[in-house]
Each structure stands twice: as C-alpha cells, then as structure tokens.
C-alpha cells in the first residue's frame, strides 16, 4: 500500500496518471443514464391494436378485422392479406397440402444496386417467414379438390422471379396430370427484375404449362387482388377461363403515370380499377372476400 502511495507522488507525471483507472471509471459512469433511452418509452406504447381504415377513416378494433378477414366492417375496403391466412380462409381445414416449400430464389446474376438481391432475399424471408412470394398446394374447395396457388405481396411485392414461375408452373403441371382445376390467386408488382431475364421467361413457362391444362378441358380461375400488375398481369394472371377480381383492386400493367406520359392522353376515372375492367370486359365479376 505504502509503496504504491510513493510511487503515485514521485511520479507524479502526466504520462502515468491518465493511463490509470480515472479514464475508466469516467467512462462507466456516464453508460448508466444511456439505459432509459427514450426509444424504450416509444416501444412500450401498445401498436398494433387499432388499424384505420384508408377508405372511410374507421378505427377498426384488429381482433374484428381478422375476425372479417381484413375485410372494413363499415365500408367494406378490403385489406391486404397474406397467402397463409387467405388459404386458412379458403380452404378445407387441414386439407392443404403445400408443394415445394423449401424451393427459395438464388441471387443467379449476382445483382447489385442499393443493397444486393441475397440481402433482399434474406431480410424478406425473415419478415415475412416465406421462402418466396408464392405459396402452392393442393387442398379441397368445399368436395372439389383443387390445385391453388396463393401470391404474397408482403415478399418483395409479390414480384415474380424463377421460384414463383417455378411453384406454379409445377402446380398447374401436376392439376393437368391430377385433371384438377387450378385456382391462382393473384397480387403482384410484375417480374422480378433482381432476376432479369429469369424472371420474364416466367410468363412464358407458365402461360405454356396453362394452355396443356387447358388442352385436357381443365378450368383455371384466376383470382385477381390488390394490386395485380405488370408482367403477372400480362400472363397466367389474365388467362383464367374465369378471371375474378376484389372490389376496387388495382388491376393493370404499367403504373397510369407512364400511360398518360406514354399516351399523352387524360385517363378515364376509376382507370385500371376492378370496376373499370369489368365495364371493359376484362374481368368476368367482382368478388367480395
Ligand atoms: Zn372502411
């Protein structure tokens, strides 16, 4: 003890004293207010209770809106919904069987732009819990049996690359050989432009695999949802013997913005709405959820 004390004063020189302990105990002190930051107030306030309704400014109690499966009790807009509760909603329960489930996109061109494509993927997937942006499988309609594929615009907008081609290629392939019906329920940005020509060559693998479904006499319903676009909209989306659509969804293949540049003309009201397309022939009817 003595000595350390001696050793303090006699070498009492700038070098020594500010390598010793006083610089790390002014450092653990300031730490201790750090941990009542004022994001930890903002978290703890309850979200995710309430959702107001874009259409009508309702203030819908959430438990009522899955209850209506996301559908406004008051004005009926219909909400987005994912592909597992649309297919709980659909289907028979416990009658689905899902295809290629762990079938998951590859970053094939090694894409680069803000952030890479195998970011994107990887952060998707873990918000969404989806491998991709479509869910297929075979399950009962009420007695029929049915192939239905089910789009996700929570995963990437619901962008078509090879594995959304893919699933449901394979799908429509084994309802030709099951001589089942085929049910693909619709919402998407168009091709997945990560993936380039991958992804466009989609529309023609799975506008091929629906006119063999077609050639055995087969039905295929296309189910078009909020939004329904570009290069989905432009091939197995608008091939349905039966093309169905929800109230208002936006339905169309560019952006209207690019229509009026490319046109130069001023669009009609309600352009590219469900509405629209079913005054134009289109759509075969308006479906509610
Ligand atoms: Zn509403």
């Given at each position: 003890m003595a000595t350390k004390f001696l050793t303090k004063e006699k070498m009492g020189t700038p070098q020594v004293e500010p390598a010793l302990t006083p610089t790390l105990e002014s450092l653990t002190l300031p730490?201790?207010?750090?941990?009542?930051?004022s994001k930890s107030r903002k978290r703890?306030?309850?979200?995710?209770l309430w959702t107001k309704c874009p259409s009508c400014s309702t203030m819908i109690f959430d438990k009522e809106l899955d209850e209506n499966?996301?559908?406004?009790?008051?004005?009926g807009h219909h909400f987005p919904i994912g592909s597992r509760e649309r297919i709980h909603s659909l289907v028979?329960?416990?009658?689905f069987e899902e295809m290629d489930a762990d079938m998951a996109s590859v970053d094939v061109l090694g894409f680069k732009g803000v952030a890479t494509y195998k970011s994107k993927l990887e952060a998707y997937s873990k918000s969404?819990?989806?491998?991709?942006a479509v869910v297929t499988g075979i399950c009962k309609i009420g007695s029929h049996r049915t192939a239905l594929g089910v789009m996700d615009f929570s995963f990437l907008g619901g962008s078509m690359g090879s594995v959304v081609g893919e699933k449901l290629t394979r799908l429509i392939e084994r309802g030709t050989e099951a001589r089942l019906p085929v049910i693909i329920i619709s919402t998407s940005?168009?091709?997945?432009?990560?993936?380039?020509m991958f992804s466009l060559m989609q529309m023609a693998k799975t506008s091929a695999a629906l006119a063999y479904h077609a050639k055995e006499r087969l039905p295929y319903i296309s189910v078009l949802t909020h939004p329904t676009t570009a290069g989905v909209m432009a091939s197995y989306a608008t091939l349905g013997d039966l093309i169905l659509a929800e109230p208002k969804a936006m339905i169309g293949f560019a952006g209207p913005r690019v229509i009026k540049d490319t046109t130069q003309a001023e669009l009609p009201p309600g352009f590219q709405t469900a509405e629209f397309l079913l005054n134009h022939g289109l759509i075969d009817a308006i479906v509610t959820r």
């Open positions: 730490q201790r207010p750090k941990l009542g930051t703890d306030i309850p979200e995710g499966l996301k559908v406004c009790p008051k004005c028979e329960t416990c009658s969404t819990m989806l491998k991709d940005g168009g091709a997945r432009m990560y993936e380039g």
